[in-house]
């Protein structure tokens, strides 16, 4: 390999698998490395552990706010916009912002809602468990995370399907299977946030008519400053929190089944004990992370390793890559479910460290409580279908066999 061949913008790469061997290559050779762009400025690319956190924990110099934090360029005219998503926003007013929310997500608030996320395992296994056969990541992964950000949200049963679709053209935007049309795939993602946005205005409205006790209502009546937030300030948080909630957690549910899969030592030994659950989702997750990269921009003029980064140059974090640096992890490429200690970085890290690895955590753990145990002889019967995506590692279709067994619930 040289350095000259290393792509890391090209979708199809990312379709097939990820470029670990890139990666590890890059670490070994170039783990600065500036990464020329056919339709942008260029970026360093960040693929050491200590670098990553380096990077993250430091949002003066490296800010999320100047261009956002997502690979791709923006246009000019979509960063105010994209500003007023948290995700992109640098302190201090993205504290200002993270405190808003911050409440409905901590260990002792998420653990409310316990009971509630075993007993949607349980159905929705239940609901495919007779049949013998499905679709993984429609019927199993995608349920979850979709029904628990949307009953947080306070999002009605019937509404949910539809919000799901919305959010997957959202994030799909270089995966023509996700866009509806022959149209711009631009042009779909900016059409599917309008109708986010559309759904956000409806769910605020019926939040200020009748409160409950969700996350919509504890948004109205959020003061920023001493004042109400605005129905636009609203309607980001719904974006950022149903697209963060659902297309990660799906994405490690079914990856981290395939790693299963593909381990079948490891998942055996899962089945055997499964107490072991908190340690395997720990291992999942940093074996398969949902994220691929964020992006930052430099505000100043700084050194990593040796190599000069000037003011105002793009700067790529690469998850999956820090996941596996040799230098942390011992054995990075190995599968080992009771891997100790696994201080992975799936989650990112410093400022903008995931609002809802608690929720994400005890999602996983149930489902995989309940994957291992009630799945007998899972299989799958077609190779998975990745999603084309520099941004999620996603699979968007996944059929499986298994053994009936029986329905739990009533
Ligand atoms: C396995 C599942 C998940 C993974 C792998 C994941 C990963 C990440 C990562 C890497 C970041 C850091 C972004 C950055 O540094 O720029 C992040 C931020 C964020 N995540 Fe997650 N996430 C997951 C699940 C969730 C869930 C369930 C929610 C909420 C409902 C959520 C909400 C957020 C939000 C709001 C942010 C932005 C935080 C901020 O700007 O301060 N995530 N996530």
Same mark, same amino acid.
């Given at each position: 390999?040289?350095?000259?061949?290393?792509?890391?913008?090209?979708?199809?790469?990312?379709?097939?698998?990820?470029?670990?061997?890139?990666? =590890?290559?890059?670490?070994?050779?170039?783990?600065?490395?500036?990464?020329?762009?056919?339709?942008?400025?260029?970026?360093?690319?960040?693929?050491?552990?200590?670098?990553?956190?380096?990077?993250?924990?430091?949002?003066?110099?490296?800010?999320?706010? &100047?261009?956002?934090?997502?690979?791709?360029?923006?246009?000019?005219?979509?960063?105010?916009?994209?500003?007023?998503?948290?995700?992109?926003?640098?302190?201090?007013?993205?504290?200002?912002? &993270?405190?808003?929310?911050?409440?409905?997500?901590?260990?002792?608030?998420?653990?409310?809602?316990?009971?509630?996320?075993?007993?949607?395992?349980?159905?929705?296994?239940?609901?495919?468990?007779?049949?013998? =056969?499905?679709?993984?990541?429609?019927?199993?992964?995608?349920?979850?995370?979709?029904?628990?950000?949307?009953?947080?949200?306070?999002?009605? =049963?019937?509404?949910?399907?539809?919000?799901?679709?919305?959010?997957?053209?959202?994030?799909?935007?270089?995966?023509?299977?996700?866009?509806?049309?022959?149209?711009?795939?631009?042009?779909?993602?900016?059409?599917?946030?309008?109708?986010?946005?559309?759904?956000?205005?409806? #769910?605020?409205?019926?939040?200020?008519?009748?409160?409950?006790?969700?996350?919509?209502?504890?948004?109205?009546?959020?003061?920023?400053?001493?004042?109400?937030?605005?129905?636009?300030?609203?309607?980001?948080?719904?974006?950022?929190?149903?697209?963060?909630?659902?297309?990660?957690?799906?994405?490690?549910?079914?990856?981290?089944?395939?790693?299963?899969?593909?381990?079948?030592?490891?998942?055996?030994?899962?089945?055997?004990?499964?107490?072991?659950?908190?340690?395997?989702?720990?291992?999942? #997750?940093?074996?398969?992370?949902?994220?691929?990269?964020?992006?930052?921009?430099?505000?100043?003029?700084?050194?990593?390793?040796?190599?000069? #980064?000037?003011?105002?140059?793009?700067?790529?974090?690469?998850?999956?890559?820090?996941?596996?640096?040799?230098?942390?992890?011992?054995?990075?490429?190995?599968?080992?479910?009771?891997?100790?200690?696994?201080?992975?970085?799936?989650?990112?890290?410093?400022?903008?460290?995931?609002?809802?690895?608690?929720?994400?955590?005890?999602?996983?753990?149930?489902?995989?409580?309940?994957?291992?145990?009630?799945?007998? =002889? #899972?299989?799958?019967?077609?190779?998975?279908?990745?999603?084309?995506?520099?941004?999620?590692?996603?699979?968007?279709?996944?059929?499986?066999?298994?053994?009936?067994?029986?329905?739990?619930?009533?």
């Amino acid at each position: 390999m040289k350095l000259a061949d290393v792509d890391l913008t090209n979708p199809d790469l990312f379709q097939q698998a990820i470029p670990h061997e890139t990666f =590890e290559f890059l670490r070994r050779e170039a783990p600065v490395f500036w990464h020329e762009e056919q339709d942008g400025p260029g970026f360093w690319a960040i693929t050491k552990y200590a670098d990553l956190k380096f990077v993250s924990r430091n949002p003066q110099t490296f800010s999320s706010e &100047r261009m956002g934090a997502l690979l791709r360029e923006p246009q000019p005219e979509q960063l105010p916009f994209m500003q007023s998503i948290m995700l992109n926003m640098d302190p201090p007013r993205h504290r200002q912002y &993270r405190a808003l929310v911050n409440k409905a997500f901590t260990k002792r608030m998420v653990e409310n809602l316990h009971g509630r996320i075993r007993d949607m395992v349980t159905r929705l296994i239940d609901d495919v468990i007779e049949r013998g =056969e499905c679709d993984f990541v429609d019927e199993v992964a995608a349920v979850l995370p979709m029904q628990v950000i949307c009953e947080m949200m306070g999002v009605p =049963e019937e509404d949910r399907r539809r919000v799901y679709e919305i959010g997957n053209q959202m994030v799909g935007f270089d995966d023509p299977d996700l866009q509806e049309g022959d149209r711009m795939a631009d042009h779909e993602g900016q059409q599917a946030a309008a109708e986010m946005f559309m759904y956000a205005t409806k #769910l605020r409205e019926k939040a200020v008519r009748t409160p409950g006790d969700d996350l919509a209502t504890a948004l109205v009546n959020a003061e920023l400053e001493g004042e109400k937030l605005s129905e636009s300030d609203f309607n980001f948080f719904f974006l950022l929190l149903l697209i963060a909630g659902n297309e990660t957690t799906r994405t490690v549910t079914t990856n981290g089944t395939i790693a299963l899969l593909d381990n079948p030592d490891q998942h055996e030994k899962l089945r055997q004990n499964p107490a072991l659950v908190d340690s395997a989702v720990e291992e999942i #997750l940093r074996y398969c992370p949902a994220v691929n990269c964020f992006r930052r921009q430099t505000t100043e003029e700084v050194e990593i390793r040796g190599q000069k #980064l000037r003011e105002n140059e793009k700067v790529v974090l690469w998850y999956p890559s820090a996941n596996r640096d040799e230098e942390v992890f011992h054995d990075p490429h190995r599968f080992d479910i009771e891997r100790h200690p696994n201080e992975h970085l799936a989650f990112g890290v410093g400022e903008h460290f995931c609002l809802g690895s608690n929720l994400a955590r005890l999602e996983l753990r149930e489902v995989f409580s309940g994957i291992v145990t009630r799945f007998h =002889e #899972l299989e799958r019967t077609e190779p998975p279908r990745r999603l084309r995506s520099t941004f999620i590692n996603g699979i968007k279709e996944m059929q499986v066999r298994y053994r009936p067994g029986p329905r739990l619930g009533t």
